[in-house]
């Protein structure tokens, strides 16, 4: 071999070595995390004295990803803006949904009528609210929807400030619910500990913006901007980083805390499951499913009695009838719902039996949930159980 050969074997080895880690360094990000600072350009949130809430949002949620970037080199961060430019709410849900993150982590500042005292960090999740108050916090961040052009068309008619609207949030169905509640937890718990804010808890109220996105997701209120002592703290560059810092944290602890849970092949088996799960809504749903075809292995159905099964795990194909994940439960079968391949269990027109089975599965899917089906087509799972308690 001659020299001049040898020296381009090298080149090609060092490229080859060179592509290699590039493309070993993309792979390795393969945990998403999108953080959404809420408002921005023409919609400035809250307001206090001196600082808009957009700012003091957008400052968090840039230092906060940079602690990301900076200590987690397997995490992706993507933000819904880096910048003052304005959003609209289901944009901001479909960058994570098309991101396919793993995370929506929404920043947002808090803000009170008549009070100049009330202080202190929340941390939200989508759900039905349990208080007026709660449902006040959703309805201010809900009603930036305003500033969007087309918002009735975009929105399907929801008013963000009228309280009916919100009936939408009692028939949901979160297929991430629990993860993030315990992520809200974990915040909560640095909020308080590390960024040593007031502690204002974990609630649940229907914010369309956590609606939209088909992951874990949760909102966080770093503090009320009405109160001056707290819009201080927060415009300023030492608050913006320590609340930075306790967001951080807790993501640290969930993240570590997936990865124990998941481990190896696991991971990559539970991501491609929730890419393709969704935040269903019953009262929607039944419009939506009109297309579901139901063909299933079993077939449980006593005439026109609605027939309930537990839904436990979404897969974008159709799984092996021998993988593992569908083995050891009962009547396993599955229905295509807008191109996910969705999987029941434990069929029966007696509701209180599947909800003795749903204890079951719960232990092994923790998120899994019951829905109901009349003649192969999904029925509203309230309706059903109402008609079932009536014919008892
Ligand atoms: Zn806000």
Redesign the pocket.
């Given at each position: 071999m001659t020299a001049s050969k040898k020296s381009f074997l090298r080149i090609v080895l060092l490229l080859c070595t060179m592509c290699f880690s590039i493309s070993y360094i993309v792979e390795a990000q393969d945990f998403v995390l999108v953080i959404d600072a809420?408002?921005g350009g023409h919609d400035p949130?809250?307001i206090g004295k001196k600082a808009k809430?957009k700012d003091i949002?957008l400052n968090v949620a840039l230092k906060l990803g940079k602690m990301v970037q900076e200590n987690c080199p397997d995490v992706k961060v993507i933000y819904t803006r880096s910048k003052d430019v304005f959003v609209s709410l289901n944009r901001r849900a479909e960058i994570a949904n098309n991101a396919k993150a793993d995370l929506f982590l929404s920043i947002?500042?808090n803000s009170v009528a008549g009070s100049k005292t009330v202080m202190g960090a929340s941390t939200w999740t989508l759900g039905l609210a349990k208080s007026d108050a709660n449902l006040d916090v959703a309805k201010r961040?809900n009603s930036v929807i305003l500033y969007e052009d087309d918002y009735k068309t975009s929105y399907a008619g929801f008013d963000p400030n009228s309280a009916e609207s919100y009936i939408i949030f009692e028939f949901m169905q979160d297929n991430y619910m629990s993860q993030s509640v315990h992520l809200a937890s974990l915040v909560q718990n640095e909020l308080k500990n590390t960024s040593k804010r007031r502690d204002q808890g974990v609630h649940q109220a229907g914010f369309l913006v956590l609606k939209a996105s088909a992951m874990p997701s949760i909102l966080v209120e770093l503090g009320f901007i009405s109160t001056p002592a707290e819009e201080l703290f927060l415009a300023s560059e030492a608050g913006a980083t320590t609340m930075a810092k306790g967001i951080f944290r807790a993501f640290q602890t969930y993240k570590r805390e997936q990865e124990t849970k998941q481990g190896g092949t696991a991971t990559q088996q539970t991501k491609n499951t929730s890419l393709t799960t969704e935040k269903n809504f019953s009262s929607q749903e039944d419009k939506k499913v009109e297309q579901s075809t139901a063909k299933g292995v079993t077939q449980t159905s006593d005439g026109s009695k609605p027939v309930f099964k537990i839904q436990f795990l979404t897969a974008g194909r159709k799984l092996a009838n021998n993988d593992r994940r569908l083995s050891g439960l009962p009547e396993v079968d599955f229905f295509v719902e807008n191109g996910t391949y969705k999987y029941t269990c434990g069929a029966s027109t007696d509701y209180n039996k599947v909800k003795a089975t749903l204890k079951d599965v719960t232990k092994r899917y923790k998120d899994a949930f019951i829905i109901a089906f009349r003649e192969e087509k999904k029925i509203n799972v309230n309706d059903a159980i109402k008609e079932f308690s009536a014919n008892k």
């Open positions: 809420g408002h949130g809250a809430e949002n947002h500042t961040e």
